[in-house]
């Protein structure tokens, strides 16, 4: 709806461009703020594969199973959660961030992982939030603040909690888009 609104602002300021130089202005403003805005919102989401892996690494139990000398990714996706129906996250169900955001920018994907020595399979599960860590509020690509395995390894299947959403969420907050 936001980017709908500055689309057809930029029309009308196009339209009334020959009247002033302001019109120019919010011509020019207003087409970059919806490049901007169309560039951020249509770009497909990424985490950061070097930390993923780390915190993978870092846990005794899986370490065991995979190292970084033999493991392979097979298969990896990562999609944009739809709606504002994530109980941990309140705080876009207010009726500002409803006005500007369709979602909570928020995500879950997947790794698909096997090691060629041990012959072990896992699927590592993880979702991401925005984030800011920093006093002027610039938001981080994403925090992952919940991820998971389900191993496979000589027929016995096991679950390995690797970062616990309660966990991160007790010192961490969301970051809320506005625009």
Do not use: C
């Not at 993923?52 to 139990?61: G, I, P, S, T």
């Not at 009726?95 to 096997?114: C, E, L, P, Q």
Request: charged share 25%; net charge negative; glycine share 4%.
């Amino acid at each position: 709806m936001w980017t709908r609104s500055l689309v057809a602002y930029a029309g009308f300021s196009f339209m009334m461009f020959s009247h002033a130089p302001l019109w120019k202005i919010h011509f020019i403003a207003t087409t970059l703020i919806t490049a901007a805005r169309i560039r951020d919102k249509g770009a497909e989401p990424t985490v950061d594969e070097v930390y993923v892996l780390d915190q993978l690494f870092a846990n005794e139990k899986l370490r065991k199973l995979f190292t970084p000398e033999t493991y392979h990714i097979m298969d990896y996706d990562q999609e944009w959660e739809q709606g504002r129906s994530n109980p941990l996250f309140p705080e876009y169900r207010q009726n500002v961030a409803k006005f500007f955001n369709v979602d909570s920018n928020t995500t879950t994907g997947r790794y698909k992982i096997g090691d060629v020595e041990s012959g072990a399979t896992m699927t590592l599960h993880f979702k991401t939030m925005p984030y800011s860590n920093n006093k002027y509020n610039f938001s981080e690509p994403f925090l992952v603040y919940d991820m998971w395995a389900e191993v496979s390894h000589k027929g016995e299947y096991f679950t390995e909690h690797i970062i616990k959403a309660e966990d991160t969420l007790k010192t961490k907050r969301i970051f809320v888009l506005w625009h």
